[in-house]
């Protein structure tokens, strides 16, 4: 079985052909090609909608290609032979941005009425947690995992719109077990970023400037939850900008523009670090609670924040099973993630999609 993913939720254009056997053994990837429009939208702070939808249009027919001549090698120049070794084609329809989504789902309704294929709608949260059944590759520059996970699998998902545990009985039997009531991890990161004046996307510019501080400079708030599982992460950003005030002498009304320009870089160096620390806490505090309450055979980490490597050393640290990464290119958004999810869902049995009504849906929840 061999899906052709499509990944179009934010600013990445993105496709890939993963090849699933055995669904125990995990996934092959056989090309992973994105085009980012991240550098567009660096000038702004952050994603422009119109500016990524327009670059999606520009790159999703060469990126599909892409995917399909790194796959089938032999093949280039042969579109129509390419196009008989896939099986099934999988699209992101949610959740994202309206018009990025709109670009891919198009794409691959179109796409799986022309070649006469199955079409699977994937969820891109869901697709995050799938990268961990990627298993083996013959693509240069790739750290695989050794195995696919096991079940019961705990799912701690970090991204920029989510924040969210989830138990895994099985492949599409899970239950939420918290999410984030206000921001989500990855959004507080770029927040930060913004407020210590560090580029865009906040994560790994926020973890460059961490190298060089120290992570306990001084005291940041935990948000206490009524539900054990849930997150809140806004009183941790407005904590983090009350303290950069106070290090330039201000008070709460100095505009939060005009700081980078007072602060040192050691003092960005320490709120970087401090953040830092205290955000991934957060996170692997009530992963530790799960994975005492629950007993999970595996635990995976996904979503962009999954690349943190303050993230990947706590949970190294303190968890009592080892735990195995995704590659840090299979972490941020990715068609290899749809793939693998596209593949599974065929290879059980999930329904397809109608290419001819299939609708994004830019709120969809896990
Ligand atoms: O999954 P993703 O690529 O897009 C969404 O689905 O949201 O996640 C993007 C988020 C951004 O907020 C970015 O700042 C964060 O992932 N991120 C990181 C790192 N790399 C990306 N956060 C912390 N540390 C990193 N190394
Ligand atoms: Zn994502």
Not at 52 to 70: F, G, N
Not at 109 to 120: C, E, N, V
Not at 319 to 331: A, G, N, Q, R, S
Request: proline letters at 5%; charged letters at 20%; one cysteine or more.
């Amino acid at each position: 079985m061999k899906v052709l993913g499509i990944e179009t939720s934010c600013d990445e254009t993105a496709a890939s052909v993963v090849e699933v056997e055995d669904i125990a053994a995990g996934g092959r990837l056989l090309s992973n090609a994105v085009a980012s429009s991240m550098d567009l939208h660096a000038k702004y702070g952050g994603v422009v909608p119109e500016i990524a939808a327009r670059s999606h249009i520009e790159a999703i027919m060469p990126v599909i290609q892409e995917a399909l001549d790194t796959a089938f090698p032999a093949l280039v120049g042969y579109k129509a032979k390419q196009w008989q070794q896939i099986d099934a084609i999988a699209v992101t329809y949610g959740a994202g941005l309206g018009g990025s989504l709109l670009i891919g789902v198009l794409t691959a309704r179109t796409l799986a009425i022309a070649f006469g294929k199955p079409l699977y709608a994937c969820n891109h949260v869901e697709g995050h947690v799938y990268a961990n059944f990627l298993t083996g590759t013959a693509l240069p520059g790739y750290k695989m995992r050794s195995a696919a996970p096991k079940f019961p699998m705990l799912a701690i998902i970090v991204s920029g719109g989510h924040s969210q545990l989830a138990l895994f009985q099985n492949h599409f039997d899970y239950k939420l077990l918290g999410q984030t009531q206000d921001d989500a991890i990855g959004e507080a990161f770029d927040k930060v970023a913004k407020i210590t004046g560090l580029p865009y996307p906040g994560g790994p510019s926020v973890a460059k400037a961490a190298e060089a501080g120290n992570d306990r400079a001084f005291k940041l708030p935990k948000a206490k939850m009524a539900e054990k599982y849930d997150f809140s992460f806004s009183g941790l950003k407005t904590a983090v900008l009350r303290q950069a005030q106070a290090m330039i002498s201000e008070d709460y009304t100095f505009p939060s523009k005009d700081i980078p320009a007072r602060l040192s870089e050691a003092q960005k160096a320490d709120i970087a670090a401090t953040f830092q620390r205290v955000a991934v806490e957060t996170i692997v505090d009530k992963a530790l609670l799960a994975y005492e309450e629950f007993s999970p055979a595996s635990v995976v980490i996904a979503g962009g924040v999954a690349a943190s490597g303050e993230l990947r050393k706590q949970l190294t640290e303190r968890l009592p099973k080892l735990i195995e990464f995704p590659d840090l290119k299979l972490c941020t958004d990715n068609g290899a993630m749809i793939a693998t999810l596209g593949c599974y869902k065929a290879q059980l049995g999930q329904p397809v999609a109608d290419p001819y009504t299939l609708d994004i849906q830019p709120n969809l929840s896990m």
